[in-house]
């Protein structure tokens, strides 16, 4: 973290987890922390069904509510998609763009991500952008590479006075709720590769201001290990987001 420059951003993943009521719940008790801590930003993002709630419940507090995925287009002939304009219009402040989870299981690839995060730019949403490599891409050694391509495809378009409001998650997908995390020396060494992809792009003083955050497995007791890396800047967690108490605990991490 380098909290001169840059926010710390501490972003719950729920997946497809937590009904309306559950939401509400996990929100209203998390509230006397997000208050408190003024040491970083707290997003959730939350199932599409459950924004309503969860924007109403986090009325009036620092909490920021997020959605997990976009359409591209503001509005067509699109079946069960939902647009940027439609998730603003919600109250939803960030949107995950690219999950590994999402480029698995519906062919979500770099030139599709890239129109989303444009659409959620031009939306006034700020996109948390994931990237990442498999367990076979980091064997042969070909990491960096891999994120630094899914780094600038994704931001392709993306104009200097637009870069600030985009945040980047590093999730390495064999770190994925799989209980194994990357050492705080791999996912140091990756932010700092997509914060030298960014520089290049943008210049040292807007790579200095965007946030960096890593996912997979991040938990209480991994998180301030993985936190001290300079260009780890907040985290993206899944199933340590699903219970207020590990969720705070990654919050107080935060404040080192
Ligand atoms: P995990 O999920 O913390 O459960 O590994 C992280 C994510 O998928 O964003």
């Not at 990442?132 to 600038?152: F, W």
């Not at 995390?181 to 791999?186: H, K, S």
């Not at 290049?200 to 991040?218: F, W």
Request: with cysteine; aromatic share 6%; net charge positive.
């Amino acid at each position: 973290m380098n909290l001169k420059y840059r926010k710390t951003i501490i972003a719950g993943n729920w997946k497809m987890h937590l009904n309306a009521d559950e939401a509400k719940k996990f929100i209203l008790r998390l509230k006397p922390k997000a208050v408190q801590a003024r040491w970083c930003d707290v997003v959730l993002c939350v199932p599409f069904l459950q924004i309503p709630a969860a924007v109403k419940a986090a009325k009036g507090t620092r909490i920021a509510i997020g959605a997990q995925n976009c359409h591209y287009e503001p509005k067509g002939a699109y079946t069960g998609e939902i647009s940027c304009e439609m998730l603003a219009e919600a109250g939803v402040k960030y949107v995950i763009i690219g999950h590994s989870e999402r480029r698995r299981d519906n062919n979500e690839t770099d030139t599709t991500v890239n129109k989303k995060v444009l659409a959620a730019l031009q939306a006034g949403l700020k996109p948390i952008i994931c990237v990442g490599e498999s367990l076979e891409m980091r064997d042969n050694d070909v990491t960096l590479d891999v994120v630094r391509m899914q780094v600038k495809t994704a931001l392709r378009g993306v104009m200097h006075d637009q870069i600030r409001r985009v945040t980047i998650a590093y999730e390495p997908i064999w770190a994925i709720g799989t209980g194994y995390t990357a050492t705080a020396e791999q996912a140091g060494e990756v932010c700092e590769a997509i914060r030298e992809v960014v520089r290049q792009l943008y210049g040292a003083r807007l790579a200095r201001a965007v946030s960096i955050l890593y996912g997979g497995s991040m938990n209480t007791a991994n998180a301030a290990e993985l936190l001290a890396q300079p260009d780890v800047d907040g985290g993206l967690i899944g199933g340590a987001s699903l219970k207020t108490e590990s969720f705070e605990d990654i919050i107080e991490a935060a404040n080192q």
